[in-house]
Every structure is written in structure tokens, then in C-alpha cells.
């Protein structure tokens, strides 16, 4: 196995859920684990998540959904953005759950259904403000008048996304739960009868109790990651992810003396260079290139120069390490701990994006503690 490796916090994942359910009781969970489980594997979260009684899976596409009917996974599975023409007898094959939005998905996953003598259980989105998929409040009469009637379809749910739920403004989002909320009511008097409502992500249902209804949709704080600072004390979650390396080689360069491409790095005095086997191929964003620092020995080190697609380097000074020493990318070592959050900031970009930007070819090893 490589030195560079992803540790997963099974303790912590469980934790998590806990706070979860804690936080919005009664409600029944979609666990979003899309794109890889926001970085952490998606096979092997999704069997945590199972072991711990999720209800809901909720993926982007059908080929997430379909590796983890391929692994066994029998739940139900929502996939929430706009099924593609073609992906309709996949949603009829594996029992997918998809989100509609438009008569043409309708009649699409309608004659899927048929075609396969099966019920395709689906939910139907609704724009309320994000502008990037579903129907619009004022087209839900027409639109509804229609799919109602199609046969092979259960309409299992209803549902919207919110732009600003993680803000301390939350004026935008009422502004939303009204819409929403307007639809719901017309829906209502229009025969729909939805088992489940689900509009909050992380951010709503930590600070937006009204948007809640009987299911949530926690994704980032799932993985101990909060979407904004303000939001940090009030849902005390855990992160699950360590990413770490080892020290691959060492030398002593004079002073004088450039590192990586570009020459970017020039050394001050003479010193030693650590050479680390993880780069932007990994996920190791180039841009950190002589901004960020890693942890060796429970002290932190400057990276040196141009991060490389597969390797980096690290200016340890006079400091001792050796070959194999571990080196923490993101975590904790000793006292001190770099975060997602750090990295997202020396990026310019958010912690989302570092996450789910690790590669497939660094190992991600399921950690059980005690």
C-alpha cells in the first residue's frame, strides 16, 4: 500500500449521525455521499451508513448509484440531479429513486417503468430560487396536471434546494420555504399525497428548524465539516478524514539553491529537503505550492517550491526526521492540526472542493476504534 493514504474515523462518522438524528429529531436521514462520499469512498461509507440504519442514500448520478447497488447496497438510493434520456431503464433496473422536474423525465421513466412491469418511487423537484434544476413554482399546476396521471410512477416525495441556508442571513431562505411551502399547498389540494418532504442540507437543518419537515439531507456535516464558522458550535460534529504520507527521501541543499519547476524556491541558507510522494495527481492542489505547511514530528514545515503531480517538497530546516517519518497532510500530530479549512483558504476555494478532490489512487483505509 502507498505511504500516501486517506484514515477514516469510523467512530466519528457514527458520532456524527448521532448528532445528526439529535439535532433534527423525527426526521429520517438522506445521506449524501456523492462524488466518492464527499472524498471518503463511497462503497465503504455507504455500508457504515446501512449498519447504522440510514434510510436514504442520495447520490448525483446513476453511476454512483449503480456501483453501489453493484456492492450490494439494497436501500433506497435518491439520485437528485435531472435524470439523463438514456439513464431512464437504469432507475427501473436498480429501484432508484430519481428527481423530476420536466413531462419529458416523466413520460420517459413512465414507459421505463412499464417496460420493466416495476413502480419507479420518485420526487418532485421544485426551483424555489437556486435557478439550476427543477420546475418553477408557477409551472407546477400544468406540469403536475400531467405526470400525475402517468402510470408506473409512485410520487413518493417533493423536495427543494436551498442557495443560502448555511448564511447568517437567512432572509433568501425564507424567501424560499414560502415558495416551497405555496407549492406544497397547491400540491396538496391537487390530490399529491408525498411520504417524504425534504428540503435542508447541513445548513438548514442546523439553524433552520421550519425547513426540516420529515427528512434532511446532511452532506458536509456528515463528515465533521461545517459549511461556515457561525455554524460551528452549534453542530458539534467531527471530522472523519486524515490524509498522511512518509518522508521519502532527504537531502542538503546549500544555500542558493532552487527546488521543483520554475525555480519558484530559492534557499536561504543551507538546509535539508524533504521530498514527500503525494502531489496534485493525489489531489494535493497545485496551487499550495509555497503556501502551505505540513506536520512532521508534531511541527509544522513549509512546503518548498512547485507542488509536482506526484511528489512535493518539504524545507525541514536543521529539524531531525528520518526516511519514513509520517507526515500529516491534513489531521493532527502532536498538538497541532491542519484542517480542510486551512486548505480551502490557501487555495482560495472551499473545503468541499478539497475533499472530494483527493484522487481514486490514494487508499482509503477504515479506521475502528476502540
Not at 486517506?6 to 429520517?28: D, F, M, P, W, Y
Not at 413512465?110 to 423537484?125: C, F, P, Q, R
Not at 527546488?259 to 489531489?283: L, Q
Amino acid at each position: 500500500m502507498r505511504a500516501t493514504r486517506v484514515e477514516i474515523s469510523v467512530k466519528n462518522l457514527i458520532h456524527n449521525i448521532e448528532v445528526i438524528r439529535q439535532t433534527s429529531a423525527g426526521c429520517a436521514i438522506m445521506a449524501m455521499i456523492k462524488a466518492n462520499g464527499y472524498g471518503h469512498g463511497i462503497v465503504e461509507t455507504a455500508k457504515i451508513l446501512r449498519r447504522e440504519n440510514i434510510e436514504f442514500l442520495g447520490v448525483a448520478f446513476t453511476d454512483e448509484a449503480v456501483a453501489l447497488r453493484n456492492a450490494g447496497d439494497e436501500g433506497a438510493i435518491a439520485v437528485l440531479t435531472p435524470p439523463e434520456p438514456d439513464d431512464a431503464p437504469l432507475f427501473a433496473k436498480y429501484n432508484l429513486r430519481p428527481v423530476i422536474s420536466t413531462l419529458d423525465e416523466a413520460m420517459r421513466l413512465s414507459t421505463a417503468a412499464s417496460d420493466a412491469g416495476v413502480e419507479i418511487y420518485a420526487h418532485l423537484y421544485i426551483d424555489t430560487g437556486l435557478s439550476r434544476d427543477g420546475v418553477l413554482p408557477d409551472d407546477i399546476p400544468c406540469l403536475w396536471e400531467k405526470i400525475s396521471k402517468l402510470g408506473g410512477i409512485v410520487w413518493e416525495g417533493c423536495c427543494t434546494h436551498f442557495a443560502t441556508a448555511d448564511d447568517t442571513n437567512l432572509e433568501f431562505a425564507r424567501e424560499q420555504l414560502a415558495k416551497f411551502n405555496g407549492s406544497l399547498a397547491f400540491l396538496a389540494k391537487n390530490g399529491a399525497n408525498f411520504r417524504y418532504i425534504h428540503a435542508a442540507n447541513t445548513g438548514a437543518l442546523t439553524q433552520f428548524p421550519e425547513a426540516r419537515f420529515n427528512l434532511v439531507r446532511p452532506g458536509y456535516s456528515l463528515y465533521g465539516l461545517s459549511p461556515a464558522s457561525h455554524l460551528d458550535a452549534q453542530l458539534p460534529v467531527k471530522p472523519l478524514l486524515t490524509w498522511k504520507t512518509k518522508i521519502l527521501s532527504l537531502r542538503r541543499i546549500p544555500a542558493g539553491t532552487s527546488v521543483s519547476y520554475g525555480r519558484r524556491y530559492i534557499s536561504e541558507c543551507e538546509t535539508v529537503i524533504a521530498t514527500i510522494p503525494v502531489g496534485y495527481g493525489d489531489g494535493y492542489m497545485r496551487n499550495l505550492s509555497g503556501k502551505q505547511e505540513v506536520l512532521i514530528g508534531g511541527r509544522r514545515f513549509p512546503t518548498a517550491g512547485v507542488v509536482c503531480m506526484d511528489e512535493c517538497m518539504v524545507d525541514v530546516g536543521d529539524y531531525p526526521v528520518n526516511l519514513g517519518d509520517e507526515v500529516v497532510l491534513i489531521g493532527s500530530q502532536g498538538n497541532e492540526t491542519i484542517t480542510v479549512a486551512e486548505l480551502a483558504a490557501n487555495c482560495n476555494t472551499i473545503g468541499y472542493e478539497i475533499i472530494t478532490a483527493i484522487s481514486a489512487r490514494v487508499p482509503r483505509i477504515y479506521v475502528i476504534e476502540n
